[in-house]
């Protein structure tokens, strides 16, 4: 894989990186062990993570293109860099499907059928679907003076066409739009060939191409494209001008989808006179223009991959187990006052969680619930829980964070469903996003108070549960537990936060107490004690925190380092970083708990959290760190969460000092895929259910 630019501090190109991490991701779309319909799901995968790139970080890079000015970290030449790393990996997406994708597929029996491939029986077919399903929902839009080009949906598949001849009224005006609405299907089921065992799609563009004469009788369409714009869709809000902050939410998610335009994708033999008159509709430079030989849109291949029956293209199911520290039935009450509990998901249900809540909700000892909800997915499982723990009389105390990035509308709907039945909903601090995980509740029990507690390094979602690798914490600790009274206090009356027992707590505590022991652990190493720092995280791009993992690496430290996604710190640079080793696991599962080890001399510490090492993570939200202090539950920890990572050599890749990623299967004289470690793979193993 290519190098990522290095800053002037000497750190790693952040926007390069996240791009580098994508590439890592495509890998698996390559990859002959993987079944082939997960294969088509990475490329998806892929497309969805650059068009959120596109959506949230482009922006600056183009207005310093435009304005040919140095905004931040960003100006024309990292603009030009970005660029034309997008348009190598969106150049090896195209490849990897219709050279090996797509003839994958067709030798398994599934066939996407192009017009020219279908025979009479099946062209009478797609004729009588568009006429009956498609077209009535299609409206051509001839442009002229009153009609100027219509505003076109952020990430919307449209057709721009252009026709010979005169329209009704005699005149020659040339070009048209015909938006295709995203209530169609984007395959439709064909019917198969006779005595064939194949499937047969046809993509609605496909179909919609065939048959755009239709839409414009009396003219001759000389030439199209399909083309689909990307744009800014990052929310932003003066929250200090704001009077309601959920109302101004509502108002800025309907102008979201007519963001600024940011990238222009069209069909690769689209003309350069169409793709011109696009790009100044958009008021686009050509850098930003992309031509793919395929779909324009690769993410709705999802709609196709749900539509096969094909177990054996898939993974095999993974059932987990219930967590090893439970029984099932056992009071999660009666359980905590023996100690806390490890979920480590989804290797064990995150069904326990939602067991955990349940018992909270039925128990009539219980006298109040207080929960964060930043992602807790459509269905709201947790909120109608929530609700029902209202209609038995107790007090609820939701935190919703309206502005977790496109889930936004979802988490208006909670809060609205919440306050319906007079739960207590509150939207946490302005200008900070509250991203820290937690479930509080509070039960009398022989006449006093005891608070048992719920808190994770993810979401609240059953979807992502089943998808995300993270920690689960469940305590009745009383110093732990006080300390979220205190943290849920803060959030609902605003008040300063008083000293705490355990937790760190951003943007207070958690930036300069994650400094404070990198700091020890180089006392440490300077002393000739034993000196280790191990973290597993999503992203490291906080250069305050860079800064000081390269410096405890000059004076001695060694310094492992997990991270999935962006990272600006290189790793093995003589006289800066040479101790430092940077590894990402890309695998079935989504990596998402966040660790922290730091050994000094005789002390050691191992922390989970729910921030990574972002600089808005650190100054701009509300997280949450918590010590981990039971022997058992941290050997456990690191086993799980640090060993078989730091030795799997199946999913992971090396960062190299130029920034650069290589597989380290290639660096291990291991031949063949079961002679690789797999961490997910033999946690999967561990506590998969056997039933």
């Given at each position: 894989m290519?190098?990522?630019t290095t800053?002037?501090s ?5 926007d390069q990186?996240i791009?580098?991490?994508?590439e890592?991701?495509?890998?698996w ?5 993987v079944?082939?319909?997960?294969r ?8 969805s993570?650059?068009?959120?790139f ?5 922006a600056?890079?183009?207005a310093?293109f435009q ?6 970290p960003?100006?024309a030449?990292?603009f030009?860099?970005v660029?034309?790393k997008?348009q190598?990996?969106v ?6 499907y219709n050279?090996e994708?797509?003839p994958a597929?067709e030798k398994?029996g599934?066939k996407?059928l192009?017009h ?6 099946q062209?009478r077919?797609v004729?009588e679907?568009?006429t009956q399903?498609?077209?009535?929902l299609?409206?051509p839009?001839?442009l002229?003076?009153?009609h100027p ?5 952020n ?6 066409v252009r026709?010979?001849?005169?329209d009704?009224f005699g005149?020659?005006?040339e070009i048209?739009?015909?938006k ?7 395959y439709?089921r ?12 046809a993509?609605i563009?496909s179909?919609?191409r065939?048959h755009?004469n239709?839409l414009?009788p009396?003219r001759?369409?000389t030439?199209?494209?399909?083309f689909?714009v990307?744009r800014h869709?990052d ?5 200090e001008?704001v009077k309601n902050?959920?109302?101004a939410m509502?108002?800025g998610?309907q ?5 600024q335009?940011?990238?222009?994708e069209?069909?690769?033999w689209?003309?350069d006179?169409l793709a011109d008159?696009l790009l ?6 050509p ?9 324009v849109?690769?993410v709705?291949?999802?709609?196709l ?8 293209l898939r993974f095999?199911?993974?059932h987990?187990?219930w967590?090893t520290?439970l029984?099932?039935g ?9 100690g806390?509990v490890?979920i480590h ?5 995150f069904?326990?969680v939602?067991?955990f809540?349940r018992e909270?909700v039925?128990d009539?000892d219980v ?7 930043y992602?807790?997915g459509?269905?709201?499982e947790?909120?109608e ?5 209202v209609r038995?009389?107790k007090e609820?105390?939701a ?6 990035r496109?889930d936004?509308?979802?988490n208006?709907?909670?809060a609205?469903r919440l306050?319906?039945v007079?739960a207590q909903v ?11 995980k937690m479930l509080?509740?509070t039960r009398?029990?022989?006449g006093?108070?005891v608070?048992?507690?719920h ?6 979602n059953?979807s992502?549960a089943?998808?995300y690798?993270?920690?689960s914490?469940?305590t009745?600790d009383?110093?732990l537990?006080?300390?979220?009274e205190?943290?849920?206090l803060h959030?609902?009356?605003q008040?300063r936060?008083p ?5 760190m707590v ?8 994650l400094?404070e022991?990198i700091?020890a652990v ?5 002393a000739?004690q ?5 973290l ?5 791009t906080?250069?305050?925190l860079?800064?000081a993992?390269?410096n405890a690496?000059?004076q001695?430290?060694?310094v492992?380092?997990?991270?999935r ?5 290189p790793?093995g640079v003589?006289g800066?970083?040479e ?19 730091f050994r000094?001399?005789?002390e ?6 729910s921030?990574?090492?972002m ?5 701009r939200?509300?997280?949450l760190?918590?010590p981990v202090?039971d022997?058992?539950?941290?050997h456990r920890?690191?086993?799980?969460c640090?060993?078989?990572?730091l030795?799997?050599?199946?999913d992971a890749w090396?960062?190299?000092?130029d920034g ?5 299967a290639?660096?291990?004289g ?7 470690h ?7 193993a561990?506590?998969?259910?056997k039933g």
């Open positions: 290519s190098a990522i800053t002037k000497g750190f790693l190109d952040r990186s791009l580098a991490f994508n890592r991701v495509l890998d779309a390559r990859r002959p062990d079944p082939l319909l997960e088509l799901r990475y490329l998806a995968i892929v497309s993570n650059l068009d959120e596109f959506e949230v970080r482009f600056p890079h183009l310093a304005t040919n000015e140095q905004r931040g960003v100006n030449q990292t030009r860099e660029s034309a997008v190598e990996l150049a090896q997406q195209y490849a990897i050279d994708l797509l597929m398994r599934i996407l192009a020219t491939e279908r025979n009479a029986a062209r077919w004729k679907f568009f399903e498609v077209q009535p299609l409206l839009i001839g002229d003076p009153s080009f219509p505003q076109v949906a990430k919307s598949l449209n057709f721009i026709l010979a001849g005169r009704a005149r020659e005006n048209a739009i015909v295709v609405p995203r209530a169609l299907p984007r439709a064909v019917p198969g060939q006779r005595h064939s065992k194949s499937v047969y799609f993509s563009s179909i919609i065939s755009l239709d414009f009396g001759t369409v030439e199209f494209a399909q689909r990307t869709s929310l932003a809000l003066d929250e001008e902050l959920r109302t509502r108002l998610l102008q979201r989808h007519y963001g335009a940011l990238r222009l069209v069909s690769a689209c003309s006179f008159f100044q509709q958009f008021n686009l430079p850098e930003t223009l992309f031509r793919v030989p395929g779909p849109n690769l709705r291949l999802n709609q991959i749900d539509r096969v029956e094909a177990p054996a095999e199911p993974y987990p187990g967590p520290q029984n099932a056992q009071s999660f009450f009666e359980r905590l006052k023996k806390d490890l998901q989804p290797y064990e249900s069904e326990a939602m067991a809540l909270a039925e009539p006298l109040a619930i207080k929960q964060t909800i992602r807790t459509a269905k709201g947790m909120v829980l929530l609700r029902e723990a038995r009389g609820v105390t935190v919703v964070e309206l502005k977790a496109f936004e509308e979802a208006i709907n909670q609205e306050e319906s007079g509150v939207y946490g601090i302005v200008g900070l996003k509250t991203h820290a509080l509740v009398r029990e022989e006093r108070i608070r048992y507690a808190i994770s390094t993810g979401n609240y059953p992502t089943r998808l690798t993270d920690v914490y469940l009745a009383e110093a537990t006080s300390d979220l205190q943290v849920f959030l609902a009356s008040n936060l000293k705490l027992n355990k937790v951003a943007p207070f505590h958690l930036h300069k107490g400094l022991r700091e180089v006392a440490a190493a300077k000739g034993e000196a280790r720092i191990i597993k995280m999503n992203a490291l906080d250069e305050p860079a800064r993992l390269a690496s000059q001695g430290v060694q492992d380092v997990i991270v996604g962006a990272c600006i710190l790793a003589p800066f970083t101790r430092v080793h940077i590894r990402s696991i890309i695998g079935r599962l989504l990596e998402h708990s966040r660790v922290f080890y000094m001399g005789a050691e510490e191992l922390w989970l959290s921030a990574d090492w600089n808005r993570n650190m100054l939200r509300i997280e760190a918590w202090t022997p058992v539950l941290r920890l690191m086993d799980e640090i060993h078989q990572y030795q799997d050599t199946r090396l960062l190299q000092p650069s990623y290589v597989k380290a290639a660096q291990t291991a031949k063949g895929r079961a002679a690789l797999s961490a997910q793979a033999t946690l999967m561990r506590h998969g259910s």
